[in-house]
């Protein structure tokens, strides 16, 4: 007699309920998608009252970021509670103290910012251009501090340098410090992006125009960037060399002569090497990058 073969269910082919390690981990993953999100419009709307340089209505702020009154209503009470934002009587919200001044009065950023007022003065007095400070973060550069020349000529409004690497004092400066790999990798396939007629867009002249900036510690932009807009700037490092950023004379073009050049790089190495060799504040900002 042939043996009974089991009989199979009915239900084989319906899909099973996922078992219960599975199924907590796509709530996981679904409750930590959502704090993302959550975070991510928190921080937008943290920004656009930052931004606003004025306190902002309920329905201003939904207006400005493009969501719902009852959305930015319930980050702004997260904020408020996190002690990023208050709201006065008249029901606007301002930033927080906190939120517009995050650092401490001794962290590393604000000595550095103090200990290199008087050079910027200084360079901005000589040259009539406007004397900044840009510290690299890794491969991002923070707009320190700037002393606005005679023409007012403000390069940057953010605090953070985005413009291109490729043709901007700062960003030579970064990756004059690379390896060829790095550098490639950041720039991308060429050509580059041509934002003037003089801006180097082929890899073989810009290699060797960043190879003499690892050299000497200058870079230059002779309306590269900007027509009518020029730069020169000296690399801001630790007493061996390491980098922590640049200190950049940038204005119009007029005040860029060769021989006001040849005087601004003198002056430009000269200020950067006493303050790589007497600033404590270089070393601390050295630290906080961990250098």
């Known amino acids: 007699m042939q043996a009974r073969q089991p009989r199979k269910s009915r239900r084989a082919d319906v899909a099973q309920p996922p078992a219960p390690e599975i199924a907590a981990a796509d709530n996981d993953s679904t409750g930590k998608s959502a704090d993302s999100g959550a975070l991510t419009r928190g921080l937008t709307v943290l920004s656009a009252i930052i931004a606003a340089a004025r306190p902002l209505t309920l329905?201003?702020?939904?207006?400005?970021?493009?969501l719902s009154s009852s959305t930015c209503h319930r980050l702004l009470q997260t904020l408020i509670q996190a002690g990023y934002v208050y709201r006065d009587a008249g029901n606007r919200y301002y930033p927080?103290?906190?939120?517009?001044?995050?650092?401490?009065?001794?962290?590393?950023?604000?000595?550095?910012?103090?200990?290199?007022?008087?050079?910027?003065?200084?360079?901005?007095?000589?040259?009539?251009?406007?004397?900044?400070?840009?510290?690299?973060?890794?491969t991002m550069r923070?707009?320190?501090d700037i002393v606005?020349?005679?023409d007012?000529?403000?390069?940057?409004?953010?605090?953070?340098?985005?413009t291109?690497?490729?043709?901007?004092?700062?960003?030579?400066?970064?990756?004059?410090?690379?390896s060829v790999a790095e550098r490639d990798a950041l720039l991308g396939a060429e050509p580059y992006a041509s934002r003037t007629p003089q801006t180097i867009i082929t890899r073989a002249p810009l290699m060797r125009d960043l190879d003499q900036v690892a050299t000497s510690g200058i870079a230059t932009n002779f309306n590269e960037n900007i027509l009518g807009i020029s730069a020169v700037g000296a690399r801001l490092g630790l007493p061996d060399a390491r980098a922590i950023g640049v200190i950049v004379l940038t204005g119009p073009s007029?005040?860029?002569?060769?021989?006001?050049?040849?005087?601004?790089?003198?002056?430009?190495?000269?200020?950067?090497?006493?303050?790589?060799?007497?600033?404590?504040?270089?070393?601390?900002?050295g630290r906080f990058l961990n250098l």
Do not use: W
Request: charged fraction near 15%; hydrophobic fraction near 40%.
């Open 254 to 285: 007029k005040y860029f002569t060769p021989p006001r050049v040849t005087a601004m790089r003198r002056d430009l190495l000269e200020a950067t090497n006493i303050l790589s060799n007497t600033s404590l504040a270089v070393r601390a900002v």
């Open 164 to 178: 291109p690497f490729h043709c901007t004092v700062s960003g030579k400066l970064l990756l004059s410090q690379l």
């Open 148 to 150: 606005l020349g005679r």
């Open 59 to 66: 329905i201003e702020v939904g207006e400005t970021v493009g």
């Open 96 to 138: 927080t103290p906190r939120a517009v001044c995050p650092l401490t009065i001794d962290h590393p950023l604000n000595l550095l910012r103090r200990d290199t007022a008087e050079t910027l003065k200084t360079l901005q007095h000589e040259y009539g251009a406007s004397a900044g400070l840009i510290v690299f973060m890794g």
């Open 142 to 144: 923070l707009y320190v």
């Open 152 to 162: 007012n000529v403000a390069p940057y409004y953010e605090t953070q340098h985005l």
